[in-house]
């Protein structure tokens, strides 16, 4: 059980053009997504808590209007990488939990590259 | 400041050679310690969450320790398909404030 599905796992695309990522919960609704983004050797870096239903909360310093997020409905959640450029190459990553006691599970990622 | 750091960077073992990861974090109110295997080019796997200090888990060659400093990351007899690396992440009061680990990149030599 909870299974988290993400789509692309790859993704190339020039700079200037927007890329939708998708993260699904399988087998669980998911009130609450979470998107990451990881760069080679380095931790897991939180962009972003995505709420069905509501505005997305972004940490600090992950730009609103370039990372668009949309949870419409309790088993999906996009990130949209709005107007791409080659430093918005980077591997991303989206995790949901099935309640608040139970762990973070997380989808297989997209790499995607701006070129 | 909470903070978790994982030792070593990078461990090689050969198949059979027991050993232990190390995860050090000092956060207030840890409400949950995590352990996640991450294969290149994949999301992280869940592995085991751990409570309270003295809870010990386990899940095949995979044991699990904590400490009210630390916890351990347990594996014996390892075999190549073990190796991953191995990200440990500290929850400080729920789940969007989970503080995590650079990682300990273990490869196991056959």
């Known amino acids: 059980g909870a299974v988290v599905s993400q789509h692309p796992s790859r993704v190339i695309c020039k700079s200037g053009t927007s890329v939708k990522i998708e993260c699904r919960s399988l087998d669980f609704q998911a009130t609450t997504m979470f998107w990451y983004r990881q760069f080679p050797k380095q931790s897991l870096m939180l962009m972003a808590t995505?709420?069905?239903?509501?505005?997305?909360?972004?940490e600090q310093g992950v730009e609103k209007d370039k990372f668009l997020i949309n949870h419409a409905s309790l088993t999906l959640s996009t990130l949209t990488v709005t107007s791409a450029h080659p430093e918005d190459s980077s591997f991303y990553i989206c995790s949901a939990s099935s309640g608040v006691n139970s762990p973070l599970h997380f989808g297989n990622g997209t790499r995607l590259t701006v070129t | 400041e909470d903070q978790v750091t994982q030792s070593p960077e990078a461990l090689r073992l050969q198949e059979g050679e027991s050993s232990s990861l190390n995860c050090s974090y000092t956060v207030s109110g840890l409400r949950g310690l995590f352990w996640y295997r991450q294969d290149p080019g994949k999301g992280p796997e869940f592995l085991f969450t751990?409570?309270?200090?003295?809870e010990e888990k386990e899940k095949e060659r995979l044991k699990a320790t904590l400490t009210k400093k630390e916890s351990f990351l347990h594996i014996t007899a390892p075999k190549p398909e073990d190796s991953a690396t191995y990200l440990c992440a500290a929850n400080a009061g729920n789940n969007r404030k989970l503080i995590w680990g650079l990682g300990t990149s273990l490869a196991v030599n056959p």
């Open positions: 995505s709420n069905e239903g509501s505005k997305a909360t972004y």
């Open positions: 751990l409570y309270s200090a003295g």
